[in-house]
C-alpha cells in the first residue's frame, strides 16, 4: 500500500513508479468529481447563497465541457442535508418553539441545479450519501424523531435520482440499476475506449455486490471506475470503516469489507472515488482531499481518492462563513491518451481559483494533495492497447 505524502515527491518520481512513458502530443479527456452538495442544497443555510453555488458548477461544467472535453461526471453523495423521506423536519428548540420546514425544497434545489448538467447530455453517474436516506433527519407528526438508525429507505432518492427518472430513465450510456435503486453504472468514452462505472450505495450489502459483480461480468474487458459515499479518511492511513454509526444491524459492509470481498478480487477496477470525510474546519478551511494506493490480486495499483470540501467556508472575500459549505470546489481527472496519464487538479468555481497552484497549502496541508499526476495503471493501459 502507498500513500499520498510519501508517494507524490514529484511527477518524474510518479511516473517512473509504473514505467509509464510520456509523450508529449497529447489527447486529453475529462472526468469530474462532484462532492457532498449538502450545504449548497440545505435549506437552513444561508439561501439562495448555496442554491447559486450548486447552480454556477453544473454551469461550469456545461459551459466548459468542449474545451474539456468532458467524458464525465460523477456525484460521491450527500447531495442534500435533510434526506427525510417524510419531507418535514423540525429543528432543535428556540426560545421553547420548535420550527419545522419542508425537507422537498431541498431536494428541488438540486433537481435545478443538476438539470443544468444533464440538458448538456454529459454522462454522469450519483450515489447516496448518508444525508440522502429516507431516514436521515426523519421528524413524525406528532414531533416525535423517526428512527434514522439504520439508514434505510431510498423512496425519494428514486423519485428525484433514480433509474426511472428524468436524469436516467432511456439515456443511452445509463445502463440500469440494483432493484433497490440506490446503485446503478454508466459507460462513458475516452476516445474509442469505452469505460464502466460503479455507482454504489454507502457501506453496500452482499446483496449490492453480488449485482454489481454481475454488471462487471456483463462487460468483459472494459476497465472499472467506482464511486461510493464512504471510503476513506482525510489521512488516508486507514479507510472509513464506519459501518456500526451508520447500518447497526444491517447487512452492510464497511469499506475494509468491500475491499476484501469485491474491489481487490477484480483486477479491471482501477479506481474508487469517494466523499464524506473531511477535517475539522479552522477558519473556513478544511482538508477532505488524499489519495491511498493498494495492490489488488494481480498486483496492480488501485487508485482510491476522497474529495470532500463541504467545511470550506471562505467565499470570495476570504472571510469564513460568507460561502456556503464547500466554496464551489470541484476535483477534475484529466486523462492523457497520449502521455498516458492522469493530472488531478482542483479548482472552484466561486472563486475562480486552483487549489495547490504554486506551493500553495489551499486546504492546509500539501499542495501536491490538490494539484497531482498519476501514470494510467496497468488495468487501464491494457484496455487502451487493446
Not at 284 to 302: C, F, K, Q, T, Y
Request: aromatic content about 12%; overall charge negative.
Amino acid at each position: 500500500m502507498i500513500r499520498f505524502r510519501p508517494f507524490l515527491t514529484s511527477l518524474a518520481a510518479t511516473v517512473t513508479l509504473f514505467g509509464a512513458a510520456v509523450d508529449a502530443r497529447a489527447e486529453v479527456f475529462t472526468v469530474a468529481v462532484v462532492s457532498d452538495t449538502q450545504h449548497y442544497s440545505n435549506i437552513q443555510a444561508a439561501q439562495p447563497r448555496g442554491e447559486d453555488t450548486f447552480v454556477q458548477q453544473m454551469t461550469y461544467l456545461a459551459d466548459t465541457r468542449h474545451e474539456k472535453n468532458l467524458a464525465f461526471v460523477t456525484f460521491v453523495g450527500d447531495i442534500v442535508q435533510h434526506g427525510d423521506g417524510q419531507f418535514r423536519t423540525r429543528t432543535d428548540a428556540q426560545d421553547g418553539v420548535y420550527q419545522t420546514f419542508d425537507t422537498r425544497a431541498e431536494w428541488d434545489i438540486a433537481n435545478r441545479a443538476i438539470q443544468r448538467l444533464a440538458e448538456t447530455g454529459v454522462p454522469f453517474g450519483m450515489v447516496p450519501g448518508n444525508h440522502d436516506y429516507d431516514s436521515a433527519y426523519w421528524w413524525s407528526e406528532n414531533g416525535g424523531r423517526g428512527e434514522p438508525r439504520p439508514l434505510r429507505g431510498g423512496r425519494v432518492w428514486g423519485l428525484y435520482f433514480g433509474p426511472e427518472s428524468r436524469f436516467f430513465a432511456d439515456r443511452p450510456w445509463y445502463g440500469g440499476a440494483s432493484p433497490n435503486g440506490l446503485n446503478s453504472y454508466q459507460t462513458f468514452k475516452l476516445g474509442d475506449h469505452a469505460i464502466l462505472h460503479l455507482s454504489l450505495e454507502m457501506d453496500p450489502p452482499p446483496a449490492t455486490l453480488d449485482w454489481a459483480q454481475g454488471v462487471l461480468d456483463a462487460h468483459p474487458g472494459m476497465p472499472v471506475m467506482m464511486t461510493t459515499h464512504e471510503w476513506l479518511r482525510p489521512d488516508a492511513a486507514e479507510r472509513s470503516n464506519g459501518l456500526a454509526d451508520n447500518f447497526p444491524g444491517a447487512p452492510n459492509l464497511s469499506p475494509d469489507q468491500v475491499w476484501d470481498r469485491f474491489i481487490r478480487r477484480n483486477p479491471r477496477i482501477f479506481m474508487v472515488l469517494c466523499g464524506h470525510n473531511y477535517t475539522r474546519p479552522i477558519d473556513g478551511v478544511s482538508n477532505g482531499e488524499n489519495l491511498r494506493i493498494d495492490a489488488n490480486d494481480a498486483g496492480d495499483p488501485v487508485y482510491q481518492l476522497i474529495q470532500d470540501y463541504q467545511g470550506n467556508t471562505r467565499g470570495p472575500d476570504g472571510a469564513a462563513g460568507s460561502a456556503n459549505g464547500g466554496a464551489g470546489w470541484l476535483r477534475f481527472m484529466a486523462f492523457d491518451t497520449e502521455a498516458k496519464t492522469i493530472h488531478f487538479y482542483t479548482y472552484s468555481t466561486l472563486l475562480d481559483r486552483y487549489a495547490g497552484r504554486n506551493g500553495e497549502a489551499t486546504f492546509g496541508v500539501e499542495p501536491q494533495r490538490s494539484d497531482f499526476t498519476l501514470p494510467f495503471p496497468p488495468q487501464l493501459l491494457k484496455a487502451l492497447s487493446d
